[in-house]
């Protein structure tokens, strides 16, 4: 049975789910963040998922980069799986500018997390519910859903 590990859950706000991956963003409001969790049990590293799940999870990032890509125009964009501190399999997809508090370092260390206000919370997961394909929809099957764009 599969269960969010705890510092997960306390840092971040659900999305939504996807076929494979619990899609997460980050309570850091200075960065578009998002985490996909695959939600496989035991699972610590991309390696030891069986390939049809590996293919699922590239094709997952690539899908979270193209949300964060439509709704907030970064620069470049990070993907990383570290795991160094939770060890359950995840990974960041992050929105970078040229301008952003940790540019052009990593975003681990950069400074306290800026949560997002309790009033705009909300709004935030409203939006990135919107740019993803219905709940438990194949990342392989769905394109991208229009809508809101360049906002930030």
Request: charged share 30%.
């Amino acid at each position: 049975m599969f269960i969010l590990h705890e510092r997960l859950k306390a840092d971040t706000l659900e999305i939504t789910r996807l076929e494979l991956s619990r899609v997460l963003l980050m309570n850091d409001s200075a960065f578009p963040w998002l985490i996909l969790v695959p939600e496989r049990e035991g699972i610590r590293e991309i390696h030891e998922l069986n390939e049809k799940d590996r293919v699922l999870l590239v094709e997952e990032m690539a899908l979270a980069s193209r949300v964060i890509r439509q709704l907030y125009m970064p620069d470049k964009i990070n993907i990383g799986a570290l795991g160094n501190l939770v060890p359950q399999l995840h990974v960041h997809v992050v929105g970078r500018y040229a301008a952003d508090r940790a540019w052009p370092g990593p975003v681990w260390g950069a400074g306290p997390a800026s949560p997002y206000a309790d009033s705009e919370r909300d709004s935030i997961r409203e939006r990135f519910r919107k740019a993803f394909p219905d709940k438990k929809q194949s990342a392989l099957s769905q394109p991208l859903r229009q809508g809101e764009q360049g906002a930030q």
